[in-house]
């Protein structure tokens, strides 16, 4: 039999949201992160109390312990992924004291972060400054994958930039849309 595998570095335990099911080795290590990945909230729903089977109940009890609303599931779908390397660049470029940078760097620190419109308005102004700064002349018609690894960083950085500010768009013109980064 062939359990689950934590790959998130993120265990909350066996059933539980976020956590998975051991391979069934003591020792097994988590793979280390080698990319930033952006989900999008794509729909939010509400499951009522009476549809919830009884053997969820657990999770039920956990949703409560880290605080979100009992029954209320949020849908992400990942909309933009860039390797560690290049999220590295994008937050050194950045100003060192500023609300992106630290924001950005949470994700390298803690794992995940979470882009409300609290946060977007800061994530999005810098982002354009620094796609200005470093010399935004692209397209994406042209079809090529700037996170190619043989492309070069700063290619690689002004085409997540170029995502990142649409993402902050949408999260500013979107009623309880907001965006999930996570390393993966």
């Known amino acids: 039999m062939t359990g689950l595998v934590d790959r998130s570095g993120y265990f909350a335990g066996p059933g539980m949201l976020g956590g998975s099911f051991a391979d069934g080795t003591a020792d097994a290590v988590p793979a280390e992160p ?23 109940q657990d ?11 009992t ?51 800061a994530l999005h102004d810098a982002a354009c400054a620094l796609r200005e700064a470093l010399g935004y002349r692209g397209s994406r018609k042209a079809g090529l994958d700037v996170m190619d690894p043989d492309f070069g960083i700063h290619a690689q950085e002004v085409a997540f930039l170029s995502s990142l500010i649409g993402l902050m768009e949408d999260v500013l013109k979107v009623t309880g849309f907001y965006v999930t980064g996570r390393l993966s």
């Open 34 to 56: 080698t990319e930033a990945v952006f989900y999008a909230l794509t729909q939010k729903f509400v499951e009522r109390e009476e549809d919830i089977p009884e053997d969820a």
């Open 59 to 69: 999770v039920l009890t956990y949703t409560l312990a880290v605080g979100h609303h």
């Open 71 to 121: 029954g209320v599931l949020d849908c992400f779908e990942p909309r933009l992924a860039c390797p560690l390397r290049v999220l590295d660049a994008v937050v050194a470029d950045l100003p060192a004291d500023g609300e992106a940078a630290a924001k950005l760097g949470a994700l390298r620190r803690f794992g995940e972060i979470q882009i409300d419109k609290e946060s977007a308005p």
